[in-house]
């Protein structure tokens, strides 16, 4: 299912995520992308003004984030309804910055780029309450991985 990212349609598009996820079996995962976006400092700067306006307190949650944005947690709390005993993975990279879509990489543009990937299973939190501060946490945690990925000397040749 490849959601809808205008936002006119969450409800729909969460009950979509959720029913995927009822009908995975155990050989078979799903991935999202909680920001609902690719990453640009411009992008940073527009989402952290629009949550100003709404809820302060998330956007200093954004602002404290230098490589990434925000995460929705709407989609993950639904993938999570759906497969409640499914594990969940996360997986930063570094590498791809300033990437612009799918035609750039196919392009053979990004080849020759160093790419640093880190996966991680966490375990769930107890309740749907717990769901936004954990996945707050595990962001925090990606973003500072990154930012040890940037500011890593280059690899000598």
């Given amino acids: 299912h490849f959601v809808d990212r205008s936002g006119q349609h969450s409800q729909a598009e969460l009950a979509a995520i959720e029913q995927l996820a009822r009908g995975l079996r155990d050989d078979e995962g799903a991935i999202i992308f909680p920001e609902g976006t690719r990453f640009s400092r411009a992008r940073r700067q527009r989402v952290i003004e629009r949550l100003a306006e709404r809820d302060g307190e998330l956007a200093s949650y954004a602002k404290s984030l230098a490589h990434l944005l925000a995460p929705r947690a709407g989609g993950s709390l639904a993938l999570m ?39 991680w299973t966490a375990p769930r939190p107890g309740s749907e309450d717990g769901v936004e501060a954990w996945l707050r946490s595990h962001w925090s945690d990606m973003d500072a991985w990154i930012e040890t990925q940037a500011t890593r000397p280059p690899p000598s040749s």
């Fill in 81 to 119: 309804r759906g497969a409640p005993e499914a594990r969940v993975v996360f997986l930063a990279h570094h590498g791809l910055e300033g990437s612009r879509g799918w035609a750039q990489l196919l392009s053979g543009e990004l080849v020759g780029r160093e790419l640093s990937i880190r996966m």
